[in-house]
């Protein structure tokens, strides 16, 4: 009778999820099936599928927004952020953790606090500051705008990660006649694959969707990113939901394929940073 009954609680408890799943994914559904379709369609019947597949919306979206120049902007803006963000918290964090003073532990503090400090308090003096610096207008500012706003959740990140880390490996690598900057990234570094896994999909869904900073700071089309890009497709009186939802298409695809190749190393960061505290 008991086992009756968990089979018959595991079966439930299965249909909950399936249908919380399918909640889940019915975004994707509609943005993905009316990517295909005309706007009169769209308007008619946005939950069937398409009565004829068509592609147009594709290959005007990819003319209107320039999708080859404006996908490189985001890429190359994505890379380097994520590459400075994970050098600079990922050696903070060594830092921090590894020599234990009180100035350390209150430059912790500090980095934990900044996480919950709104971009919206201090964006105007950010970009007083970066026209002051002539980085207003160009990626190089908007790139160390976020290695600025980008190192303090990593730093906290890395910071519980590496309690994991054995110091007898660091121990026997300077026994070696290895050097501090050796240690750091012969040995720690690799063992933190996993952690870095989660920050490069956490940051690059951050930087990748980011609108509002980029339109802080990027006033010239040809450095536009692709949600600077996509925002035309929203006009005052015109929403172009026909080639607006082709783009979201192109635009999340590379996010999804970035997830699905670094699902396992996410779950192995999150799971072995919540041990050792």
């Known amino acids: 009778m008991i086992r009756i009954l968990k089979n018959h609680r595991r079966i439930a408890l299965e249909i909950v999820a399936l249908l919380l799943a399918l909640i889940c994914l019915s975004p994707f559904y509609f943005v993905i099936v009316n990517s295909f379709k005309s706007y009169k369609e769209i308007l008619i019947d946005p939950a069937s599928l398409p009565v004829k597949w068509i592609l147009d919306n594709y290959i005007n979206t990819w003319k209107e927004l320039r999708f080859p120049a404006v996908f490189a902007n985001s890429l190359i803006i994505t890379i380097c952020s994520n590459l400075g963000i994970i050098i600079i918290s990922s050696m903070a964090a060594y830092r921090l953790l590894r020599v234990k003073t009180k100035l350390n532990k209150a430059i912790f503090g500090i980095f934990v606090m900044a996480m919950v400090i709104p971009f919206q308090s201090i964006m105007i003096p950010l970009v007083r500051v970066m026209s002051s610096l002539n980085l207003n207008t160009s990626n190089i500012g908007l790139i160390i705008c976020y290695f600025g706003f980008g190192v303090s959740f990593p730093v906290f990140l890395y910071h519980g990660f590496m309690k994991s880390i054995p110091i007898s490996i660091e121990e026997a690598a300077i026994v070696d006649g290895c050097t501090s900057l050796g240690v750091f990234f012969k040995m720690v570094m690799p063992l933190l694959k996993p952690m870095t896994a989660t920050v490069i999909i956490l940051n690059t869904l951050w930087i ?17 990113t692709i949600p600077l890009a996509m925002n035309g497709f929203f006009a005052k009186y015109t929403k172009q939901w026909d080639l607006a939802l082709a783009g979201l298409v192109l635009s999340i695809a590379p996010m999804i394929i ?11 960061g999150i799971v072995s940073g919540s041990v050792k505290g």
């Open 208 to 224: 990748w969707n980011d609108f509002l900073l980029p339109s802080l700071m990027l006033h010239s089309r040809e450095l536009y």
């Open 258 to 268: 970035l997830f699905l190749s670094l699902q396992k190393n996410i779950i192995n």
